[in-house]
């Protein structure tokens, strides 16, 4: 039974991560937050106290923390007695993260892969260039470092695993990520604006027959029609749970879509075309050295501060196709999310909510044993069921459509 | 008779001044060129000699130079003995070249309104605000000081005072700007980006029915049928000839018209609303301090290097409307300019070449005494006949439309 937990980050999906770990105090013990500006972690602690979101009384404490700094994350993990770290910081934190739990025997949590700040886009699979090359360490010293556990990576790659219960033979996963909430702003990205367009300024790698395929971003486009979003314009996208479920799953076909409205795809062409969304410095007339993107950060809205007004719903999901009995069959297993719903829970936008709720799941599995494999795993390499049925009840309904049927999924 | 000229800026526009001064140094004498970054200036006298521009003999000179520095320029006036200075440098150095002018003794000539760097738009007329503070200061001092003395403004300024002949009575004049040719590129603006977007970030002023009327950007559209280029799309535009010919005209309506292309509108669009054309400084996630519109410029195109590809044509113009003779008439005065032309002449662009050879236009009718009028003026205010006449010899021939017919303006 490992207790006490050290979530690193106070952005939006840590908002969601303190205030459902919150929730199960209980089990999961003393909380901390750590971040670069410790004024976000107590504006988090804040929240928590208004919302009474406390199960029992506790320990929740803030902490200034560099998280590329390994002695110091070693140090804190060691201080505060953490014995699960949940990181939920810059995509650029990870290797030092991992490190810190791997010398510090903590089990480690993330949600997102590892990028280097100069590198955009780099070769597949992702996970291969950082995270899985310290796979043979996490073993040896026995620690627990679950990849990926939000929800795109994360429950996605559950519903994945999941869907071999209904096929002989799985042809095609089919992952499918709409947003049909407005934030009711000219633009604005959904999380952090460097990683949002990072996301998209490279390649588009797929998983097709078997072998990576790449076409550049918004060159295909699909639609779909979603329950309760309905019909939903998206464009094949490159994504961290590809890189895993190509190798972990013996699919032939994976991809990933993500919905996109046109002024999305205006903003984000033009800032490309002109060399806005470069994380390589220029140089202005005046000698000032500059990273552009930076520059585009610190213009666009603050996504924390979107949640108050967003309204409307996500639906996020694995559409599965493949043979079962001999007959075909396809399956879409999802959830719907509401974004409205989320800021009464916890203060932030639905997009948050669905990415900061699955990784206190993960760390719940681990304080009960049921996760704690003492190894590096993607999510689709653990038991989904328990993982789905805990979701189930933390506010992260899954539901299965299957031929005319659409209903919940119960474990 | 005044001689030797300190041409100030070395961009498009004065690698266009620095070769028409050199066609015609028999009657400027020395050409002295300063800008902060003095290899720029070595760049045009390279250009210059491989033209073989000179038209005899004489001085041709680079020097580094602050223009915002009163002192120093003053003091390069002096060591150069320029009697005449045309400022071709940023929209921001214009007062403090002017009050060098005074000081000195030098004739002034610009081709664009000053700038405060931190003011975008500010309340019409915008010579008002800084320029013609000083005009009884020049009058005193006996400099003459001719204010925006480039195409438009300046020639349009110059067409406008000829159309008088023309009409008992003048109700409209339309200013309109076309630039038909294409650069090839994705996207690029024809001039220094930073001013370029300053003209179009604020109000749009326009003078109607005896008073400004105010608009936003890309609110009011006008297509027109052009020689030459044909039909051409247009947006009322704030600029600054509106602000003397409203003033010095007696005419009730003067608008400005600028041809825009789709793409040009989207691209602004875009960074307009998402704050990156503002020349207030936003601070980045890492604490830097950063004027976005300056990082806009350090990654667009720079407008010097876009003349070798560029072809097509420019027609700027006057559209002006009245009564003759009891009688509605409609004439429109234009130049055409060819994008190609200009660069085997000089090395530049069409729109460089337009707004570069009428300072040098004018510097010759101060030479000549003709346009010495000893005190500041804007070009409408002075005879218009021979610096038309100079321009249909210089590389600008002017053209009248008067109903059906469309010929040269011969003076």
Chains 1, 2 share one sequence.
Request: proline share 5%; hydrophobic share 40%.
């Amino acid at each position: 039974m490992k207790r006490n937990i050290l979530i690193i980050g106070a952005g939006g999906v840590a908002q969601v991560v303190v205030h459902k770990a919150a929730q199960n105090n209980d089990v999961l013990g003393d909380i901390h937050i750590a971040s670069r500006t410790v004024a976000k972690c107590h504006e988090i602690i804040a929240s928590v106290r208004e919302k009474k979101a406390m199960k029992v009384e506790g320990v929740l404490e803030a902490h200034a923390l560099d998280a590329m700094d390994i002695a110091a994350t070693k140090a804190l993990i060691e201080k505060t007695g953490a014995q699960i770290v949940i990181n939920v910081g810059s995509a650029f934190v990870n290797m030092s993260v991992l490190q810190s739990c791997i010398e510090t025997g903590a089990a480690y949590i993330d949600t997102a892969i590892h990028e280097d700040p100069l590198k955009i886009c780099e070769t597949p699979p992702w996970y291969g260039n950082y995270e899985w090359k310290r796979a043979e360490a996490c073993e040896k010293a026995g620690v627990t470092a679950i990849l990926g556990a939000g929800f795109d990576p994360g429950v996605v790659n559950a519903y994945a695993a999941l869907s071999r219960n209904y096929f002989d033979e799985i042809h095609s996963i089919d992952i499918i990520d709409v947003n049909a909430g407005s934030h009711g702003r000219w633009f604005a990205t959904n999380f952090d604006p460097e990683i949002n367009f990072r996301e998209f300024t490279g390649q588009v790698y797929s998983w097709q027959n078997n072998e990576w395929a790449t076409n550049q971003m918004f060159e295909v486009r699909q639609e779909w029609d979603l329950p309760v979003v309905g019909k939903s314009t998206t464009y094949m996208t490159g994504h961290d749970e590809i890189h895993s479920l190509s190798k972990n799953m013996g699919v032939p076909n994976i991809r990933f879509w993500m919905g996109f409205g046109e002024r999305y795809i205006t903003v984000f062409t033009v800032l490309k075309n002109l060399g806005l969304l470069s994380e390589q410095p220029v140089k202005t007339a005046e000698g000032q050295e500059v990273v552009p993107l930076k520059v585009v950060k610190a213009v666009l809205p603050d996504p924390s501060t979107l949640a108050p007004d967003y309204t409307g719903k996500t639906c996020i999901g694995d559409l599965v196709k493949g043979v079962k009995d001999g007959k075909p069959r396809e399956i879409f297993i999802y959830n719907v999310a509401d974004h409205k719903d989320a800021y009464n829970e916890v203060g932030s936008q639905g997009i948050s909510y669905t990415a900061g709720v699955p990784p206190v799941a993960a760390a719940l599995l681990i304080a009960n044993g049921l996760w704690d494999v003492k190894k590096m795993a993607n999510v689709e390499e653990l038991p989904p069921e328990p993982f789905l049925g805990l979701l189930n009840e933390m506010g992260l309904p899954n539901r299965i459509r299957d031929g005319d049927t659409d209903e919940a999924l119960v474990f």
